[in-house]
């Protein structure tokens, strides 16, 4: 897993902002799209692309992509 899939795959549970919105060091909660249901995609795509179980309490310890990507790879 590259940081540079994940943030794809991330950006891609959004609707409205352009992919090109996300980075690595994107403050996810920042961007005015996030919300609960987008956090439950993001943990859905998490789970099919990584197999990978994360919990709301990862989500809400995280401030950035990277945090979450962290969180991924150490399950992995």
């Known amino acids: ?16 902002t352009e ?5 690595i060091d994107t403050h996810f909660r920042s961007i005015d799209e996030w919300s609960s249901m987008v956090a439950l995609s ?12 994360l919990t709301g309490d990862d989500i809400r310890r995280s401030q950035t992509l990277e945090d979450i990507y962290n969180i991924v790879k150490s399950k992995l």
């Open 42 to 53: 993001v943990i859905a795509m998490v789970d099919e692309a990584y197999g990978v179980k």
């Open 19 to 23: 992919p090109s919105a996300f980075s």
């Open 1 to 16: 897993m590259e940081p540079k899939e994940f943030v794809e795959n991330f950006a891609e549970q959004f609707e409205e």
